[in-house]
């Protein structure tokens, strides 16, 4: 970690998007603002984040914005310090950063407003800095099943292989992403730049990009069925999101 404990380190969390995924309720509701249980998911975040004694955020705001605003204010409340940056068009995943370009210069963290998870994020920095990382993104592991037979053939269809209802297991990015501000040069000012693009332009400048794998919950509320799914979650084992 560059210059600083980890008390120091700012969080920018992208809050901006429309939620597509979640019409008709994103329609008048911005998504950080739907509520997990008894409180907004942004806010359950914050709250963790506090815990951590992660208290200088910066919230990247478009959609809907003014509720954002009026909701948590300059996040006294909740016992951090909040600044507010707005997006006068959309920018995409990792183009905001580029709007705190002088304000960004140490290691810092980048998440979607709209995640739930028990992530230690100090644990998160701690192995970045240990590995001396450019960029370490958080991991989740994900199975889909394959309800039918999968047959492998070569190139005159003869059969290779035969599997039934295998299960593919993969690796996902969770949205939390620990950073060195040496990334800002891959991003143009006032442009449209997403994550993936980002990441490989890190990997052809040679720059160590490493992954976090985290083995607990995490989801984002992004689709109807995940949103329910998080409130299940969150009436099951509230202490493990919000103690």
Same mark, same amino acid.
């Given at each position: ?55 200088r955020i910066y919230l990247a ?35 905001? &950063?580029? *709007? @705190?370009?002088?304000?960004l210069d140490r290691t810092f963290? +980048?998440?979607? $407003?709209?995640? !739930? ?49 295998p299960q593919i297991k993969y ?28 990441? &490989?332009? *890190? @990997? ?8 976090? +794998?985290?083995? $607990?919950?995490? !989801? ?24």
């Open positions: 970690m560059t210059n600083g404990s980890q008390t120091d380190v700012p969080v920018v969390i992208l809050a901006g998007g429309k939620g597509r995924r979640l019409k008709p309720y994103s329609t008048v509701f911005p998504k950080p603002l739907m509520p997990v249980g008894e409180r907004p998911i942004l806010e359950i975040l914050i709250r963790q984040l506090a815990r951590c004694g992660l208290r705001v478009g959609h809907l914005s003014h509720l954002l605003i009026n909701f948590f204010g300059d996040g006294r409340d909740l016992g951090v310090d909040i600044e507010y940056v707005r997006e006068e068009q959309p920018l995409g995943t990792a183009g905001a &950063l580029s *709007l @705190l370009r002088d304000r963290l +980048l998440m979607n $407003g709209d995640l !739930l998870t028990d992530l230690d994020y100090g644990q998160l920095l701690r192995d970045h800095q240990r590995n001396r990382a450019c960029a370490t993104i958080a991991l989740a592991e994900r199975t889909v099943d394959i309800d039918y037979g999968v047959i492998k053939v070569d190139g005159d269809l003869r059969l290779t292989g035969y599997e039934e209802k690796l996902v990015s969770m949205g939390i992403y620990a950073l060195e501000p040496r990334v800002l040069r891959e991003i143009t000012p006032n442009t449209y730049h997403d994550f993936p693009g980002l990441v &490989l332009r *890190l @990997l052809a400048a040679a720059e160590n990009v490493r992954g976090f +794998l985290h083995t $607990g919950y995490w !989801l984002d509320i992004g689709r109807p069925s995940d949103y329910e799914l998080a409130n299940e979650w969150m009436q099951q084992q509230p202490l493990r999101f919000d103690p």
